[in-house]
């Protein structure tokens, strides 16, 4: 069965500074990856996702991931966090025609 | 179209009393997950239905947590004799290939 790690539950950076959040997980078939975002006493909202193609995703506010299928990593980058991005960040997998399992979510604090 | 919607939007109840929530998902789709999701904590699964198939109860914390689902419709999470560790934000998603799509989630209270 498919499983996801988020290694840090708590990432802080400087605005304007890059940051990169991981997620590693386990599957031994072929995996759809996401990450939802929840901002502070929101739902959640699907950030982006790997379907299938180009292993390179974006989303319209300046994340972007990467499936790397050798190291079983969809880690999150951004170039320059705003403080905007200040939210909890959820990694998830799902083996395809399975159930969706998510990571425990790393909290990123925008610093000023 | 519609999204995802739950209701009570709020449930305050009283500890031993049974509650029961409510998710409509996104006509069409046919999966439907319940999570829990405790104050400052990550995303628990409870349950996963698919189709026609008997559903994923895996996450179920206990039996006094059941749910049931009419079809590829509506969904109900009952919580019998709740308890104060029940409370928490009870979210519901639906999908139909790849992503979830979240309703905004009840949010239940047991004192």
């Known amino acids: 069965a498919q499983s996801v790690t988020q290694l840090d539950s708590q990432v802080p950076v400087f605005e304007e500074a890059p940051v990169e959040l991981r997620c590693n997980y386990s599957?031994?078939?072929?995996?759809?990856l996401f990450w939802y975002v929840q901002y502070p006493n929101q739902g959640l909202q699907l950030l982006l996702k790997?379907?299938?193609?180009?292993?390179l995703v974006e989303s319209i506010n300046g994340f972007e991931a990467e499936f790397n299928k050798s190291q079983t990593s969809f880690h999150l980058r951004k170039p320059s966090v705003h403080i905007s991005d200040t939210a909890e960040y959820f990694c998830?997998?799902?083996?395809?025609?399975?159930?969706?399992?998510f990571g425990k979510g790393t909290r990123l604090h925008i610093l000023p | 179209g519609a999204g995802v919607s739950q209701s009570p939007s709020n449930k305050v109840t009283e500890k031993g009393k049974d509650v029961e929530l409510r998710c409509d998902p996104i006509?069409?789709?046919?999966?439907l997950y319940w999570y829990r999701q405790r104050l400052g904590q990550g995303l628990e699964f409870l349950i996963y239905?698919?189709?026609?198939?008997?559903?994923?109860k895996s996450g179920l914390p206990s039996d006094r947590f059941s749910a049931e689902r009419t079809g590829e419709s509506v969904s109900t999470l009952t919580i019998q004799r709740t308890q104060q560790e029940d409370s928490a934000v009870y979210l519901c998603?639906?999908?139909?290939?790849?992503?979830?799509?979240f309703g905004p989630g009840t949010r239940l209270l047991v004192l």
């Open positions: 006509s069409g789709h046919t999966a």
């Open positions: 599957s031994s078939v072929s995996v759809y």
């Open positions: 998603a639906s999908s139909i290939t790849g992503p979830q799509y």
């Open positions: 998830a997998v799902s083996e395809i025609g399975d159930k969706i399992i």
């Open positions: 239905f698919q189709g026609n198939s008997a559903p994923d």
């Open positions: 790997y379907l299938s193609g180009s292993t």
